[in-house]
């Protein structure tokens, strides 16, 4: 039987503790995909329980996948809390999910209203469509669309700005805006990117969205692997109810969001969400201790011939590389964030990566390393030689990046990246030896001239790069 409001009171699982048919919209929230489910929208789900203001619509910009799936279900779906105990959760904060470009209108009316108070996103970094140094690209296709048709977007950028434009116009106070992708200095970054937007169009809109739009830095943790058949078939045998896109996630889940002044918002620490002044440390520590590793952990997995994450943690020579990379290289340059000790949170993370509940795909982590690598690796580089400290491990994951393109170029397989084509390109005419390390560097918006110029970057990348072959050869 398919799950449905009609249902899911028959499931094998956790409930929701209210009406889900009752709740009302609150939050719009932009890339309704499987962290977004699994994540900010459990919080919601907790919220509603005893505030129905909270309900959930998801915007989809591209796909119809997540509407078609859920449409069928009344927006109830399963979550798999997959880790030393299991358990199903079903959700029912997801009230609505519109398709924005089958019905832009039904975005606009939403964000218009004044009962819609939060707006989050989860668009993945490149979503957001910043340059290297993190100001809106103005040069990108799809901004530049935006700006010549701002009625009709096609970004967050441009959605948000003309839902702002709406409301103003009829006298509303703004949506506080929270972005949850991994980016530093999320909110900062987003607020100035609107207002840039803005600006280009209407500067009185610009100056109110400056003065008046609250767009809180946030952290967001919780390890989430794509949906794939197998967890559909687990669902529907722990449930007994077939659901067409559920989604799984470890235990562990962190939502940590900029102290703000929004007024009327939900009981966020009531449901487990911090609230702070000091986002950017908790943010640093999980970009770098996390996101990082998570990559050198991909390019350096798939180059051992692994495919999931906690299967690679159990090659003991690449699990010390990573335990060494964080407790020796990265923790080091940090400051740790209210009274957490980085040391012990290095070993839990470590722990997490170990989790064999859930087969998290290298390959999925491997997306989009053009824009991953520098906020997650090349960040504590740059500051790792600064203080003179030695950099090799820290070079291992840009090596094995490199390694990574080649080998998909030469296999003539697509890579996901917004660069994707110009790596594919590069992959092609490496040479396969060092001179490669040269092609890749020669990237600007990746690598700035001062890494990619210095003398040590260049001979750490170009040891690990051949050593790196040499693995690859024995196997
Ligand atoms: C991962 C993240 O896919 C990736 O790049 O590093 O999605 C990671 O699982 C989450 O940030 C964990 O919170």
Redesign the pocket.
Known sequence: MPLSLATFSTANAIKPAYDPASLEIGVVHFGPGA?HRA?QAAYFDALVATDKRWGICGVSLHSTGVRDALAPQDGLYTLGILDDEISYRIIGAVREVLVAPEDIEAVFRRLRQPSVKIVTSTVTEKGYCLASDFSLNLKHAEIAHDLAHPRTPKTVIGYVTEALRRRRAAGFPPFILIPCD?LPKNGERLKAAVVTFASQLDVKLSRWISDELLCPSTM??????ATDDDLRRRVAAATTLEDAWPVQREAFS?WVIESHAHQDGPDWTSVGVTLTDNVPAYERA?LRL??GP??AL?YLGLNRGYANVSEAMNDAELADVIRRLMIEDIVPLLEAPDGLDLIAYSEDILKRFHNPAIV?KLS??A??GSI?LPI?ILSSLGEALDQGRDISRLCLPLAAWMRFVRTKAVAGEEITDPLGRELFAIGQICQDDVTDVALFLAIRSIFPAHLANHPSVVSQIETAYIALEGYTRRR
């Open positions: 962290f994540h991994n967001v943790d919780s390890i989430t692997p962190q999980k996390l996101n998570h990559s991909a998290h999925q982590i997306w989009d991953k997650r």
